[in-house]
């Protein structure tokens, strides 16, 4: 039998993060310059319900029974077998490898979840819909995250932009025209469970507070979506800065994404915000073609240890 592969691509959310899980939309794009890959290759020789995970990246080689039940590889490949009403899958190794860096902000495990999800059920002859995967895969974020939004999981699984409210239908919209997107990584891991936590409990103690700042960032949201739906995505950069704000009063911000966006400002972005978590991982800049250069200069010589840029397109 050939072996079986499937993908998956990273994401940024532009806007909305964290107001998300309270019910606000936000706006998530995939980014095709990284992703995860599963290949699945049977192993007739070894018995029935013995499947291998060598992920070489991370010096991973076990058998999937010796992992510990909360493992996200384990909820992913227990939640298809459920889904496909198999008991004992056939003896098979799963390969695992990306290049989404870790707890950057960047989807990486949402992508691998997504990637095995679509490989393993087009491995036992079921291939899953979209809609099967994203459900999966959202099961499994609940061990990454604690509380998602369940974005993640949705963007990486349709490689589309979207447009998403929790709890309602997925909505993929249109870019009418292209824009370049520069993201810098601050090297330092996002805590995306601790965050979303933290801000939980601050919302508890005063969610008028924080219900105003969800609503402000949910609002901009959707001047972002109307702005990239009738192509004037120069518009967004003010948004970027606005929602920035807000972020930092949610206070999910951290000195290393503070430096990053005022780097990219100073360096000619159109504007610039963190993305995702916060607290660490990731910030994003809308550029032109011609300033994504000088915004990636100034992102380095800020302490980014890496970026990527990137254009959102249809």
């Not at 999910?252 to 963190?274: C, D, H, M, Y």
């Not at 607290?279 to 890496?306: F, H, K, Y």
Request: glycine share 10%; with cysteine; charged share 15%.
């Amino acid at each position: 039998m050939p072996a079986i592969s499937a993908t998956a691509p990273g994401k940024i959310i532009l806007f909305g993060e964290h107001a998300v899980v309270y019910g606000r939309p936000a706006i998530a794009v995939p980014v095709h310059q990284v992703q995860a890959r599963v290949m699945i290759q049977a192993e007739p020789r070894n018995p029935s319900g013995c499947i291998r995970i060598l992920a070489q990246a991370v010096n991973l080689d076990v058998w999937l029974a010796d992992l510990p039940r909360e493992d996200p590889l384990v909820s992913a490949v227990r939640g298809t077998l459920t889904a496909l009403g198999i008991e004992i899958a056939p003896a098979c190794t799963i390969r695992i490898s990306s290049s989404i860096p870790v707890a950057a902000g960047l989807g990486s495990g949402a992508a691998v979840s997504v990637a095995t999800i679509r490989a393993l059920s087009t491995f036992l002859g079921q291939a899953f819909t979209d809609e099967q995967v994203c459900s999966l895969a959202y099961e499994v974020e609940k061990i990454h995250h604690g509380t998602p939004s369940g974005i993640d999981n949705t963007v990486i699984t349709y490689a589309r932009p979207v447009y998403f409210v929790r709890g309602q239908p997925i909505e993929v919209f249109q870019v009418a025209r292209p824009f370049t997107i520069v993201i810098g990584d601050t090297g330092i891991p996002s805590p995306t469970a601790q965050s979303v936590g933290d801000l939980r409990r601050r919302w508890q103690v005063d969610p008028t507070t924080y219900d105003t700042l969800f609503d402000a960032a949910g609002l901009i949201a959707q001047a972002a979506r109307l702005a990239i739906e009738r192509g004037t995505p120069e518009e967004l950069g003010p948004l970027m800065d606005q929602n920035h704000a807000l972020l930092q009063e949610m206070g999910v911000s951290s000195l290393e994404l503070e430096r990053l966006v005022a780097a990219a400002r100073l360096a000619g972005a159109v504007g610039a915000k963190l993305s995702g978590g916060g607290q660490g991982g990731n910030m994003i800049a809308l550029a032109t073609p011609e300033s994504a250069d000088r915004i990636t200069e100034g992102l380095m010589a800020a302490g980014a240890v890496r970026t990527i840029v990137t254009e959102v397109r249809n």
